[in-house]
């Protein structure tokens, strides 16, 4: 068999009741009345999942990700199809699945290894390599309930990686972990994929996906939008974050739609993920009604690839004339520290206007920043002497997340050129 997992035809349906009352009714309804409404988790869906290598599925939230894992593993049943599973599987689902929490951390390794079928004294021989890696010290002999959700973390995927699967599920479990020991469980995986076992890897981490995925599935409501390399996955996944996404059917009717003039639309931020209280002030005289960011391929995208340039774009309206305006840009940590910025004053660009005036500033920058999660300040300013006069402020309106394959030491990539030579 050239396949890990082969999946035909899969769907799962819920069924969705109102109050809890009619479900006993209709379990006894003798004209078999229904009073449920479906609710179809997941469409129709087949495909092969190849053995050996890291399988990366991804979509946003409710996109069913997790109930395709579930029924892969067996939690769930599905509502049509077949699944047929060649090796062993050993999962990572929701924090904490499979174990009990008034156990110690010892009790949940042998509790495990007895649901995957191993004996007492196969258990014996793993439990020294587990403790090992999951590096716990004396906790593992504390009850589980008493961990935080690092040390939950480590002691799952100790277990779930000591256990000889053939093929290792995991689904954002690794998220909760610190970044030494997310480091190690992915040399794991690079160890997983030498020796030919197969990883079915979900996560909204964008980096790991180009890192370590060979190839990648695209799920969004239910449905399998794409499959191929993880490059071009990634790329659809940031169309559908930013509601650019069209479905084939839906881009063929537009197609063969009559044509008619439309005056274009500013609505870059409809398109972002925003914070819903940023902190905003100022008498709006000049007023910023739109802003967006734009990825190295032009798309508007909350996700920009580390070592890519990309755009943060402003839009802004003069109620009445000004000389000399200054438009801003400052990125800061999600703890509120800045990290860098400009404005045109420093760039000398020139800003004046008359009432009615609407202009756009692009910024373009090489994105240097480690990857990870930033926020994005904007603000129309003015000298007035030594002072600063706000006409509008937006502090920390929209998240900037940084993704790519290489991190290095502290915020920014030094860019460093490295050569070894032999003395």
């Given amino acids: 068999m050239d396949y890990a997992v082969k999946i035909e035809n899969v769907s799962k349906t819920y069924f969705l009741y109102n109050k809890p009352s009619d479900r006993l009714k209709e379990a006894l309804s003798i004209t078999r009345k229904s ?19 890291c399988f990366g599925i991804i979509g946003v939230n409710g996109s069913g990700k997790s109930t395709l894992l579930k029924m892969i593993t067996g939690v769930l049943h599905p509502t049509t199809g077949n699944i047929d599973i060649h090796g062993r599987v050993s999962a990572l689902l929701e924090l904490g699945a499979g174990f009990n929490m008034e156990y110690t951390g010892i009790e949940n390794v042998y509790l495990n290894g007895t649901v995957m079928g191993y004996s007492k004294a196969e258990m014996d021989a793993r439990l020294p390599d587990i403790l090992a890696f999951a590096d716990i010290g004396d906790f593992v002999n504390q009850p589980v309930k008493t961990y935080s959700s690092g040390m939950f973390a480590r002691l799952a995927f100790a277990v779930a990686i000591n256990v000889d699967p053939d093929i290792l599920i995991v689904d954002e479990a690794l998220s909760v972990g610190d970044i030494y020991f997310q480091s190690k469980c992915f040399k794991k995986f690079d160890e ?24 990648v599935m695209v799920l969004n409501k239910g449905e399998k939008v794409g499959i191929g390399n993880p490059h071009d996955m990634v790329d659809l996944y940031k169309k559908i974050l930013a509601n ?6 839906e881009k063929k009717e537009e197609a063969e739609a009559p044509k008619e003039e439309k ?14 209280k940023p902190v905003e002030y100022g008498e709006k005289k000049i007023e910023i009604i739109d802003f967006g960011i734009f990825d190295h391929k032009g798309q508007l995208s909350n996700t920009v690839m580390k070592g890519q340039e990309f755009d943060f774009k402003v839009a802004f309206k003069f109620h009445e004339a000004a000389k000399d305006v200054i438009s801003t840009l400052t990125i800061k940590t999600m703890k509120g520290e800045s990290l860098c910025g400009t404005n045109t004053f420093l760039e000398n ?16 920058q090489k994105c240097t920043l480690q990857p990870g999660q930033y926020l994005i300040s904007t603000s129309i300013t003015k000298y007035v002497g030594e002072e600063v006069f706000v006409f509008h402020r937006l502090y920390d309106v929209v998240s900037l997340d940084v993704i790519g394959t290489k991190s290095t030491v ?4 030094p860019e460093s050129k490295v050569e070894l030579v032999k003395r």
């Fill in 349 to 364: 660009v020139s800003i004046s206007g008359e009432a009615g005036d609407v202009y756009e500033v692009r910024f373009r």
């Fill in 263 to 276: 005056a274009p639309v500013v609505n870059w931020k409809s398109h972002m993920a925003l914070n819903p």
């Fill in 192 to 215: 997983f994929k030498a020796s030919g076992k197969t990883i079915i890897f979900v996560t909204h981490d964008m980096g790991s996906v180009l890192r370590y995925c060979d190839s």
């Fill in 35 to 53: 009073y449920h409404r479906d609710f179809h988790a997941l469409s129709p869906l087949s495909l092969e999942i190849p053995k050996g290598g």
């Fill in 244 to 249: 650019q996404y069209v479905e084939e059917a």
């Fill in 410 to 413: 502290g915020f920014f990539d």
